[in-house]
């Protein structure tokens, strides 16, 4: 872990290097979710509600998908750029260090400039929460904070496996974006307005249902008996970074150096 | 002109290469268009009173989106073209024996009219073949297809053309992230990307319909689906025109001036 703050510390010195891109980066950072938001809430203004959910209660579940996913940018960056690693050679490296490789991997990126993103997420969850009836409670709290933190195991094992896959396929796959950004639109909206099948995909498949939609009918008491079960579905959908850090592992045994 | 054709000839052959990296694209895109319709669905099913553009109307356009997503995005560019001016390798492209503005214009088209070549056949057959209501339907007319494609590509001429002013500024500012950025996000929200221009509130609209960029993308698309009826779709042909011609000799001129000012460090 200590050397994980030293990775952290280095990155965040040499990224300040370029001070004018960075402040540009973050700023830009803030606006591109901004425009989405911006166009969420335009439709809203048109069509009063979807499906019966209103404007507020989506901007909350835009808020927390949001957050989730800049953190994980934040911090799993390493393993979405990870197919650079492999295709120059770079990985060898690593392996001949004596610590273990997910730590390096996750060390050797940090976007500091998504937090830009972050903030624009924050303030939408502010703006949605300083808005809803919800009668607070310390359970109530604690789910809020393990929904974010939940999307954060989420995306960062779907990073990972993409990354895993780049041990067979040395190039990066594209399609892996699908899940990540595709994930998170999806997310965006409470899961219960698609289709039944999209539904249970991102439920039980790759577990966004888990972040915002279950937990959020609790938060709102929407929910219809069973509260425990609701508010453990969070950590329920954190268990699905286990076996993508178990590919990993078999990944990393897999692995031939492309040389050069 | 014999040039500039060449150009476009050879930079279109080159861009046809990248087969498996446009069949990826396919694939997103395809994802993407089949999760922006789902949320409009749900949009259109209680909606209260009739919507501005029908859902089959919308259906259409998202689908037309989605194929020719690299005639919409800003995004979509030439980092070599940036590290030539950043590197100063721009001293060899001065060398030319031709215009550098016509000869840029030439290559970026290129680029984006393989990619769309590319993406855009595999997008529309499968989205003419998907089950209702998500399938893409046909233009009501002949000469409803027509004024398409000739919107659609003078659409993309004017897309080129402001992506221009996009390299225009870096040799100004020497970094392109701050310009992409603007130009990015405004782009592409007043094309239509984020929310249909048609369900904007009218004061949006109107800046819309101001600004270049509703006329890249968003014009041909509703052309395509009947929503704006032809008598319509030709003046917005000869906005189109207009456009194109002004903001092509603005950029000739904006390049010229800064190309004579331009210091190429050595190295």
Redesign the interface.
């Known amino acids: 872990m200590k050397l994980y703050f030293k990775y952290l510390q280095i990155l965040f010195k040499s990224q300040m290097q370029y001070r004018?891109?960075f402040w540009?980066?973050t700023?830009?950072q803030f606006?591109?979710p901004f425009?989405?938001f911006?166009?969420l809430y335009?439709?809203f203004?048109?069509?009063?509600?979807?499906?019966?959910w209103q404007f507020f209660e989506v901007a909350l579940c835009f808020a927390v998908i949001h957050m989730s996913f800049s953190l994980s940018e934040c911090f799993a960056r390493g393993f979405d750029m990870f197919s650079s690693l492999v295709v120059r050679g770079d990985f060898d490296r690593i392996l001949v260090r004596p610590r273990s490789t997910f730590i390096q991997v996750l060390g050797s990126k940090f976007e500091f400039t998504k937090a830009g993103r972050l903030l624009q997420s924050a303030l939408v969850l502010i703006w949605a929460l300083s808005n809803l009836p919800i009668d607070w409670t310390l359970i109530k709290a604690i789910t809020l904070v393990l929904m974010v933190t939940s999307g954060v195991f989420i995306f960062t094992g779907i990073y990972i496996l993409a990354a895993t896959m780049c041990f067979w396929t040395v190039q990066g796959?594209?399609?892996a974006?699908?899940f990540t950004d595709?994930g998170r639109?999806?997310a965006q909206?409470p899961l219960n307005?698609?289709?039944k099948w999209?539904t249970r995909f991102f439920t039980f498949v790759i577990p966004f249902g888990t972040v915002n939609y279950l937990p959020l009918l609790y938060l709102l008491g929407k929910n219809n008996g069973d509260d425990l079960l609701y508010i453990l579905t969070p950590v329920l959908g954190s268990i699905f970074v286990l076996p993508c850090l178990l590919v990993w592992q078999m990944g990393v045994r897999h692995y031939r150096s492309t040389g050069s | 002109m014999r040039v500039y054709l060449s150009v476009l000839k050879l930079r279109l052959l080159n861009g046809m290469q990248y087969r498996s990296?446009a069949l990826?694209?396919v694939?997103?895109q395809f994802?993407?268009g089949f999760?922006i319709i789902?949320?409009f669905q749900?949009?259109?099913?209680?909606?209260?009173d009739t919507?501005p553009i029908s859902l089959k109307e919308l259906i259409t356009y998202i689908w037309l989106q989605q194929a020719f997503l690299v005639f919409v995005t800003v995004w979509f560019r030439d980092s070599e073209l940036f590290d030539l001016i950043t590197s100063g390798n721009i001293a060899y492209e001065l060398c030319r024996p031709c215009e550098l503005y016509g000869f840029w214009f030439a290559k970026l088209l290129a680029q984006r009219l393989s990619s769309a070549i590319l993406r855009c056949f595999p997008i529309l057959i499968f989205s003419f073949f998907l089950p209702r209501p998500y399938n893409m339907t046909f233009p009501p007319s002949l000469s409803a297809f027509l004024l398409f494609l000739t919107a659609l590509m003078l659409g993309l001429l004017l897309l080129v053309a402001i992506s221009m002013f996009l390299y225009i500024s870096v040799f100004i500012t020497m970094?392109p992230?701050?310009s992409l950025?603007i130009f990015g996000?405004l782009g592409?929200?007043f094309a239509g990307l984020?929310?249909p221009v048609p369900?904007?509130?009218s004061w949006?609209q109107n800046i819309a319909n101001v600004l270049p960029f509703r006329w890249t993308a968003d014009f041909p698309f509703r052309v395509y689906s009947g929503h704006i009826p032809q008598k319509e779709a030709l003046i917005g042909i000869a906005i189109q025109l207009v456009y194109l011609l002004v903001l092509v000799w603005l950029g000739r001129v904006s390049m010229n001036r800064i190309l004579r000012k331009v210091v190429v460090q050595g190295g």
């Open positions: 004018t891109s540009l980066l700023v830009g606006f591109i425009a989405v911006a166009g335009l439709l203004e048109r069509f009063g509600q979807i499906k019966g796959l594209e399609v974006n699908i595709g639109e999806i909206y307005i698609y289709q999209v | 990296a990826a694209g694939a997103t994802f993407w999760m789902m949320v749900a949009f259109y099913q209680n909606a209260a919507q970094s992230m701050g950025l996000i592409e929200f984020i929310i369900l904007m509130p949006l």
